[in-house]
């Protein structure tokens, strides 16, 4: 590796592992976790993706989406359930990568995935304002104005740094200048160590204290594939977007494995359960880390933070952070999807903003799922209406039909609207050089219309049948 590579994954390592203790340690409290588990989380599958994953310079650690998950499961039966279920979710998630699923996040549309990327921008933004507050309180008065001071001081740092020198990432500049500056001034703001302390030993490999039987596997099976669906998705998308933003490959399946077995082993030392952290993979690619090393400096970074730093690291101002998960959230928000919004289909329209409203108000699975369930309605709704028929008399007292388009479930009424028996003459001939059949309901509506067309004393004749429609038509016989 040459020296400038070298350094520039260190320094993005190092920036990247400040931005991954608040928001580990923020994410176990929301599970009701000892924060530990989370920075447990986080040195493990940030370190293992990062050698063994399929995308290099992407973060994982243990996110936000994951943990709001497995709340109700830690409150009911403990954290030791959880770790059974981290456990079990990375065998799904190696399973999944192992039967080569990596390749359906290609089902995602680009309007979903501009969807999933501004969700998550609002998410990160709005998830900082916790920092505002006192308890269930907002800060006021000088607390508050010293509060947007410094976030304001740090925002400043981040944009003005890379104009002035790209020698080191601006954001690890803002953290620790800012960081030295609430110091050398004493000035009375919220720290790091106010959250919760991050000191703490080794993780030490140990199963889950649970009973190993059906009844534990009922509980925490739902829980773990549940838990591991979200992890993938959220890995994949990031995936893609790091593909991107980096404009190289990376390899989904591979990805899924590692973060599988991650997974495992975070379970099996007491971590929380993780995947691919949008907003940390932001900071690292945007701090020029690009290889593997970035990601194990940031993974190491926050085991050396438990067990060595942390009198050091808890005096980081929480304001520092705040402010670069601030301009994480704006680079992240993709700003380009506002100005297309009059010239792309309304339909497209309709998916971008339905995934960012369904990802700010409930969770990037089910606004996935919605937007893929809205593409695919209107991908079957502008094919259903592209279908037609062309006929004409063919010389010899019959009738010709060359129908176009595709025959599946939305375009079956459209396609047997195009004849009619009743009025046609005793011979017909379709021809289906131009006609795709999709699915069995294309294979019933050729069946409706040879009956109708045998219902009136009448002979239908289909000529230039596909290999594959020969085949579906075969098979649905051979079922009849």
Known sequence: MKPARLRADLLAGLTTSFALVPECIAFALVAH???LMGLYGAFIICTLTALFGGRPGMISGAAGSMAVVIVALVVQHGAQYLLATVLLGGVVMMLFGLLRLGK???????????????????VIALAQLEHFKQGEHWLTGMPLYLMIGLVA??????????KLTRAVPPALVAILGVGLLVYLLDLPTRTLGDMASIAGGLPHLALPDVPWNLETLKIVAPYAVLMAMVGLLETLLTLNLTDEITESRGYPDRECVALGAANMVSGLCGGMGGCAMIGQTVINLSSAGRGRLSGVVAGGMVLLFVLFLAPLIERIPLAALVGVMFVVAQQTFAWASLRVLHKVPLNDVLAIIAV????????LAVAVLFGIIIAALNFAWQHARELYADSREDGEGGKYYQVHGTLFFASTASFLEQFDAASDPARVTLDCQHLSFVDYSAIAALQTLRERYAKAGKHLRVVHLSERCKKLLKRAGEQH
Request: glycine share 4%.
């Open 33 to 35: 976790l000892n924060p």
């Open 104 to 122: 359906l996040v290609r089902l995602v549309p680009y309007p979903v995935m501009l969807g999933f990327v501004n969700g998550l921008a609002i």
């Open 153 to 162: 001081l740090t925002m400043l740092v981040v944009y003005v740094l890379p």
């Open 356 to 363: 960012t409203v369904v990802t700010v108000f409930t969770d």
